[in-house]
């Protein structure tokens, strides 16, 4: 009895323990869910830089074949090494076939679109090579692929034509590029007189171009790229008196700097006649000294910044466009008016020398450099150009200038003008001062302490204050009122020009003794000294009539050498 309960008794705690565990199961591994691939695909958008103006490239249409595609893993494993996957047209755009990958992030880092003859057509320059700046998706280019997603992602190519590997940023291969025959054309006389031409161009892509001189020489020049600062020349001379079309063939959307000119010995003359830049788009500088341009047209170089076209034929330019252009050199043209209103960002404007009746620079407040001399200007606002540091408007028909906001200036010549009173107690740093041939009666430069030079000969000027200038080097005075002159405070005098006024002999002998004095104290050699025409010109002290020859003799200095003959 006792055992058959004892029995029972652990019996029931047995089962008690089995309830509360559980009930066991065996441990079976679980099989995994198949991860579904996802499927990529790429839209060609191919970006014309270079157009297709040869009757080579116009001859055959390129159209896209199959792409050769390198893909890496976020990680940087290869998935597809320059894959030739086939191209589709679908609604008259270009895709390529789908590929399946697994879910992940991605680096595209080669895309290269071919024909079906192999001519490369267009690639995706990779970042920082010479044309990634023109591509949105320069290489490597990150996409993500999810599990059974089907995506497409658009590509912005570059066209081949006229480049290089290298400029893409790939290393060379086998693979051949569409040539561009792309060209503009600069125009030259040489039929009266031949002038040596010098061509310097510069691309964002240090490009290959061929130059074509139009006499049946043709030359290679291999152009820098616009960030570096030397310049490359080509020079050629014709044999024979002409006119001749240099044309300059090869990727030219990507020049940025074209420059003709010449030499020293030509006066610097390029007898440039004629010349298109419309489709330089890319262009930052162009210039040519020295032709027979009458006209030019610029509207469409919306990046220029630098212009210079002396001495041509000008009489009208629209620089409206231009809204980036820094300096415009049109000195000795045939311009009647300018419109530079919408250049804001300008800072040097050279029209000397044109028919220029109104010049309106109000709203060119950066303007550092104004030179307009040899116009019919009768006045001129330069009150908003706070920036101005040269000024020359001399042979005008100015009857009155204000300059009390220019502080700025350093150079000023206002020569040749019918200005009678001018304020410069606010240009302290002026520097050269030039006021001849005017109608002026006083003037007042205490305040400008740096002046170097003066030039204020025939004016109606009867006294001048000159003992805060003792940097004062250059005095023309000639040809005024007056009759005393103080420069005991201005001892580095090496020009002086004081004849044609009314100074005595005594005088005369107090202002050559101490121009003698610190010519000898300071060993100033190569001066110039002019005092004829005065009333005591002729009747000076033979020591001073000593110490002019011994600054002739010994010191190098011109004296009265017929100024006024």
Not at 256 to 269: A, M, P, Q
Not at 490 to 498: D, E, F, P, V
Request: net charge negative; charged share 20%; aromatic share 8%.
């Amino acid at each position: 009895m006792r055992k058959a309960f004892a029995f029972l008794f652990f019996l029931s705690i047995f089962i008690s323990c089995s309830k509360s565990e559980g009930t066991l199961t065996p441990n079976i591994p679980e099989t995994p869910r198949a991860v579904e691939q996802g499927i990529q695909s790429f839209s060609i958008t191919n970006k014309e830089i270079t157009s297709k103006r040869s009757t080579d490239l116009a001859a055959k249409e390129f159209i896209p074949a199959y792409v050769f595609v390198s893909i890496e893993t976020s990680e940087g494993s290869t998935v597809l090494g320059r894959q030739k996957i086939d191209v589709v047209e679908q609604g008259g755009d270009f895709v390529t076939e789908e590929i399946k990958l697994d879910p992940g992030a991605y680096k595209l880092t080669e895309f290269i679109v071919v024909d079906s003859d192999d001519t490369v057509i267009s690639l995706v320059p990779k970042a920082n090579s010479a044309l990634s700046q023109f591509s949105g998706t320069s290489l490597p280019y990150n996409f993500t692929v999810k599990e059974a997603d089907s995506n497409n992602t658009p590509i912005e190519n570059i066209e081949a034509a006229g480049f290089s590997w290298v400029e893409f940023g790939y290393e060379e291969d086998d693979l051949i590029f569409s040539v561009a025959e792309e060209f503009f054309t600069l125009t030259v006389d040489d039929s009266e007189s031949i002038t040596t031409k010098i061509i310097s161009l510069k691309s964002l892509t240090g490009s290959t171009y061929q130059i074509d001189w139009g006499d049946g020489t043709i030359e290679e020049y291999v152009s820098n790229q616009s960030e570096v600062t030397e310049n490359q020349e080509i020079t050629h001379k014709y044999e024979q008196n002409g006119i001749y079309g240099i044309k300059i063939i090869g990727a030219i959307k990507v020049l940025t700097n074209v420059i003709l000119k010449s030499v020293s010995e030509d006066d610097y003359y390029t007898n440039l006649v004629s010349v298109d830049l419309n489709n330089l788009t890319m262009l930052k500088e162009f210039g040519a000294y020295g032709g027979q341009l009458s006209s030019i047209d610029i509207t469409q170089n919306n990046l220029l910044e630098v212009i210079w076209l002396g001495h041509h034929k000008i009489s009208s330019i629209d620089v409206t466009k231009n809204t980036k252009l820094k300096a415009m050199h049109f000195n000795d043209n045939e311009l009647t008016s300018l419109d530079v209103s919408q250049n804001l960002e300008l800072e040097t404007l050279l029209v000397g020398n044109n028919l220029l009746s109104n010049l309106d620079v109000t709203n060119n407040t950066k303007l550092n450099t104004l030179i307009a001399y040899g116009n019919a200007l009768t006045q001129i606002d330069i009150s908003s150009n706070l920036e101005l540091e040269q000024l020359g408007l001399h042979l005008n028909d100015l009857s009155a200038l204000d300059v009390t906001n220019n502080v700025k200036l350093v150079y000023l010549n206002i020569g040749s003008n019918n200005i009678s009173e001018i304020d410069f107690l606010n240009n302290v740093s002026l520097v050269f001062l030039e006021l001849y041939d005017n109608q002026i009666s006083t003037i007042d430069v205490s305040n400008s302490p740096e002046l170097f030079s003066l030039f204020v000969k025939d004016n109606l000027i009867d006294e001048i204050d000159l003992s805060n200038n003792l940097k004062l080097e250059s005095l023309s005075i000639q040809n005024n009122n007056l009759s005393d002159l103080n420069l005991s405070n201005n001892t580095l005098i090496s020009l002086l020009h004081i004849g044609l006024n009314q100074f005595t002999e005594s005088k005369l002998d107090q202002i050559i003794s101490g121009v003698y004095d610190n010519t000898v104290i300071n060993s100033i050699t190569g001066g110039n000294i002019d005092f004829q025409y005065n009333p005591g010109t002729e009747l000076i002290d033979q020591t001073t009539v000593d110490k002019v020859n011994e600054l002739r003799e010994s010191y190098g200095w011109l004296v009265n050498n017929n100024l006024y003959p």
